[in-house]
């Protein structure tokens, strides 16, 4: 969607200077929408106003910063809305008011994020929500989604494909899909972590680390096992129990109404797949009171206590004091991420121990007087009720310890009522922004349970200095768990919980006798330079009722380490998982818990295993069960092998955590040969390996035929002692694949290719650079490409050679996203096949002449600027003598905007700035000009030089090539 982000970008600059006289003038034309029953921040369109006023107010709507004080809600009604195209920004609501999202339809256009940070990610797309809407994006586009958390999307029918990132797939923090059709394929790509729930999808690929679905048509299988991280899938057929968000829609007659649906258990799909409000009740507007900022907290109260409910319309609501709801079955709506800040040191909102209390759609501020909780439901230490056939349900609540302002809490969430439900829940001391450091947003825990069978679906707590979530109610499940450790812990002596080091992420009390989780992740960075230690990422009780299945510690970056991924509250039995830290990143425990009592013996040796091949790629493994010690829970790694009589160790375990006595090994190559050894493991320790299991993969089914000669090969040289091949895909035989390329090198024309001059095999990218070469010597070269049936024909024989050894010329040049160039077209050089590289992708590439003239003797051939790499990206080039000095030429040319100010962005080479903001367009002075910039660098200890491109004031880079000399 890189052409589709430009658009916007355009409009909204046209159009600025316009949207400003219309804010100056509030009750212009383009903001006449906002004169509504829900006061200035609200605008409600129907189909009677124009496609553009729609779009220039959006686009100014859309534009708040991330710790912005303005809050907005866009409401549709029903109807169809053709050619609207907007981001949806911070503090930025849409919805449709239909009774169904179908009734409320964005046709060829979208409502979408996919907007970047300065590294082009999008792990700050913070609070911004879409609602009850239907949408099909613009023929050839696909709608995208690229948030992380505190960003909700709920009841919305997507009618095609739907990405959970930006154009370039940059990194993603996680979110929340619920109630919502998507007809076409999800993918996730560079998104962490994600939740989906009670939804219906075509299909769903990509991921990271942890990503759960809880009555989902169309999710992925449950992954088993979980351990190996390849596929770390959680899926259960129904979500236990849930209450939807309640939701304003019109009727007929335009009359407002707020509909609360009803309980729901062991669900699955869409709350309105059959169409109209689904199984609920229809709040009259007139049952609600709908405040302002302005509307004082004795109003508010004085409301509440009389039985009414209650609208908050987008704003900041500063109160000394709290807002009491004391009724049962009161409905408190936020519009526009309503904000509550309590001014005073007590709770933002409380809630009594009654039946069916709806919170929904609020954010919650953490005020200048530490508050000791921030929402109460229920009484602390009263007695409590059942209210299982009536829940409170908290519903797309978040909370902020500093970042927007400056402010404390003991603790962000207290449950103190039975049988609540939390759907979709972001509870963050802040990691940046106002007042984030160890000693000023002070906050010890996010979430404090003490009722009994609470449910939390969806649920992300990041960065308090204690325990993130503290768990004592018997009875509890949480679905979806996301959570960073504090980054900013300064030593280790100031995170102790006891003599145990830290504080587990997720804490279940040592008297808790029955609860279950699933899709656990816990994530550690440490970031002052301190090694810091986490004993787990989850401590919990040894009991039989006690659960989790797939949990996963996570080192992102920093120093020190999480011991183990899950604990138990004694840290001596029952621990699982392996480190996480910067060697061995991950950690994944399949399953845990069940056991009765303390573990005290390791387990026996695992049985003789036995191993089967079962196609070219898989390879079944079954072993004898082992004998668990009295009191332990057994699980198994798995290890493998190419070589026989192997020592099991961490760069061979392939999965842990393994609850059954066999494995499926999948992904392997053909005709190959794996050895494997089994542990079994408990909460005491590893047993020894087992004896050693081998089979050999099937030769790759009906492939029947050797590939066809590769063709195109061509050979250029990059410098004096290296010359880059590249060379077209080979289109396999029917029912094979092409597993590999083999290169050929001679100084003698018309060689024979033969295991005396074969220079690299199984190679499996369609380039090649060969180094070491000698200075103005020619090089010929063939390639054969390989099946599992055989090697092909050897391809035509290409030719280059070397530069002087004395010439000055390049130690390499790179065509960023285009082929080998040689130098008859002009220039300084010849350019390899793009190499080196990690994102970023491929820019359309034009055909239009690139004037190289202003660009002088430095200029590349015109090639190389017709084809560039666009992104967010990095190169790494090798092989160079540490800490050597080179010149490093960087080639660029403005192929696609047609105005200065359009693409702005920055280059560093080995850490160091070098360019920021740049423009290509007003560097050249035009379209379609060449330009050059030229640096000095010293090659790292490791003998590289680095160059990275981020993203800078405006869309993203756009890079032809590189030299370095």
């Known amino acids: 969607m890189k052409n589709r982000t430009s658009r916007l970008k355009v409009m909204s600059r046209l159009l600025f200077c316009l949207t400003l006289v219309a804010l100056l003038f509030w009750g212009s034309s383009a903001f006449a929408q906002n004169s509504t029953i829900f006061g200035p921040n609200v605008y409600v369109y129907d189909t009677t106003y124009s496609i553009s006023s729609i779009n220039t107010t959006l686009a100014t709507l859309a534009g708040n910063a991330q710790f912005s004080t303005n809050r907005y809600a866009v409401f549709f009604k029903p109807g169809t809305y053709s ?94 899909i619920g109630d919502s059709k998507i007809t076409g394929a999800v993918n996730a790509c560079s998104q962490q972590q994600w939740y989906t729930r009670n939804s219906s999808v075509a299909s769903f690929a990509g991921n990271v680390w942890n990503f759960v679905f809880s009555g989902v048509s169309g999710a992925p299988a449950n992954s088993n096992p979980f351990a190996t991280g390849s596929s770390s899938m959680t899926t259960l057929a129904t979500t236990p129990v849930v209450r939807e968000k309640p939701y304003l829609y019109v009727d007929s007659g335009g009359n407002y109404f707020v509909f609360s649906p009803s309980l729901l258990t ?18 009259a507007i007139s049952t609600f009171l709908i405040a302002t900022p302005s509307t004082s907290l004795a109003t508010i109260n004085s409301a509440l206590a009389s039985g009414k409910n ?58 200048p007087v530490n508050s000791p909780v921030l929402l109460e439901v229920g009484v602390k230490g009263g007695s409590r009720v059942s209210h299982a056939s009536n829940p409170t349900s908290i519903s797309d609540v978040n909370f902020r310890i500093g970042g927007a302002t400056a402010g404390t809490a003991t603790v962000a969430t207290e449950i103190d009522s039975d049988n609540v439900i939390i759907d979709n829940m972001w ?82 009390a040592p008297a808790v006798t029955t609860h279950q989780a699933y899709g656990i992740g816990v994530y550690s960075y440490f970031s002052q330079g301190v090694a810091i230690i986490a004993n787990s990422g989850i401590s919990a009780p040894v009991a039989a009722g006690v659960t989790f299945e797939h949990a996963v510690t996570v080192f992102l970056a920093g120093s020190g380490q999480i011991t183990y991924t899950l604990a138990s509250d004694s840290s001596q039995a029952d621990n699982a998982g392996t480190v996480a830290e910067s060697g061995s990143i991950t950690s994944f425990v399949t399953n845990w818990g069940g056991s009765g009592g303390s573990c005290s013996s390791v387990p026996s040796v695992p049985g003789t295993p036995s191993a089967t091949a079962t ?76 004896a050693q299991a081998s089979a050999t993969t099937q030769s790759g089914g009906s492939c029947s035929a050797a590939p066809s000669a590769p063709t195109g090969l061509a050979a250029a040289a990059t410098s004096s002692s290296a ?27 018309g060689f024979t290719p033969g295991s005396g001059n074969l220079i690299a095999s199984g190679v499996t990218s369609l380039s090649y650079t060969n180094s070491g070469l000698a200075a103005s010597t020619t090089y010929y070269y063939k390639v054969e490409a390989l099946d599992s049936y055989g090697s092909s024909p050897a391809s035509a024989q290409a030719q280059a050679t070397t530069q002087s050894g004395g010439s000055g010329g390049d130690f390499i040049a790179i065509n960023f996203e285009g082929p ?70 960087l080639h660029f040319a403005e192929i696609y905007f047609t105005a200065t100010g359009k ?56 890079v032809a090539g590189l030299e370095i000399r």
Request: aromatic share 10%; with cysteine; charged share 10%.
């Open 83 to 176: 050619g609207v195209e907007s981001q949806v920004g911070f503090y930025m609501s849409a919805a449709g008011l239909g009774t169904s999202p179908t009734a409320t339809a964005i046709t060829n256009g979208y409502l979408t994020v996919n907007t970047t940070d300065g590294n082009g990610n999008v792990t700050t797309n913070f609070w911004r929500s879409l609602e009850n809407i239907a949408i099909t994006a613009p023929s050839g586009d696909t709608l995208q989604w690229g948030v992380s958390q505190g960003a909700d999307f709920r009841r919305v029918q997507v009618n095609g494909g739907l990405e959970l990132t930006n154009t370039s797939c940059g990194e993603a923090s996680g979110g929340f």
């Open 310 to 367: 209650l609208i908050l319309t987008p704003g900041i609501y500063k109160y000394s004091g709290a807002i009491n709801v004391t009724n049962a079955k009161t409905v408190v709506l936020g519009l526009g991420y309503a904000d509550l800040v309590p001014q005073t040191g007590t709770a933002a909102l409380t809630v009594a121990d009654v039946d069916g209390v709806q919170i929904a759609g609020l954010l919650i501020d953490a005020g």
């Open 903 to 958: 693409r702005e962005f920055n280059v560093a080479i080995n850490g160091t700035n070098v360019l920021t903001n740049f423009d290509v367009y007003a560097a050249a002075g035009g379209e379609y000009i060449a330009v050059v910039k030229t640096f000095t660098a010293t090659a790292n200890s490791s003998g590289q030089i680095v160059v990275a491109f981020t993203s800078g004031a405006d869309n993203q880079p756009s």
């Open 723 to 749: 010359i880059g091949l590249n060379w077209s895909a080979v289109t396999p035989p029917a029912n094979c694949t092409i597993s590999g390329y083999s290169v050929y090198r001679s100084t003698t024309s």
């Open 820 to 889: 080998a160039v040689n130098n008859s077209g002009g220039g300084d050089a010849s350019f390899a096949a793009d190499e080196d590289f990690t994102g970023g992708g491929a820019s359309t590439p034009t055909t239009h002449s690139i004037s190289t003239t202003a660009a002088g003797a430095n200029a590349a051939p015109m090639a190389v600027y017709q084809t560039q790499r666009d992104g967010t990206f990095t190169y790494t080039i090798p092989g160079m003598v540490a800490n050597s000095q080179h010149t490093v030429l």
């Open 427 to 508: 509870s963050w001391r802040a990691d940046h922004g106002t007042d984030a450091s160890w000693t000023g947003n002070v906050a010890m825990n996010g979430l404090v349970v003490n009722g009994d069978n609470v449910t939390a679906l969806g649920l992300a707590v990041e960065h308090y200095e204690a325990e993130q979530v503290v768990w004592n109610g018997n009875g509890g499940e949480t679905i979806f768990y996301q959570s960073e450790m504090p980054y900013d812990v300064p030593s280790q002596a100031a995170w102790m919980n006891g003599s145990v080091d830290g504080y587990a992420s997720y804490n279940v």
């Open 266 to 283: 062991n669900s699955s799909g869409a709350d309105w797949s059959n169409g109209g409000l689904g199984a609920g009740t229809s709040l």
């Open 615 to 690: 196609s070219s790629s898989a390879i079944n493994v079954t072993w004898g069960a082992s004998t668990a010690g009295s009191g332990c829970t057994v699980s198994y790694n798995v290890y493998r092998s190419t070589t026989s009589g192997f020592t099991p160790g961490s760069g061979n375990l392939i999965a842990s955590g393994v609850t059954t006595a066999s494995y499926s090994n999948t992904g392997l190559a053909a005709s190959t040969t794996y050895y494997y050894k089994i542990e079994a493991v408990d909460g005491d320790g590893s047993s020894a390996a087992s």
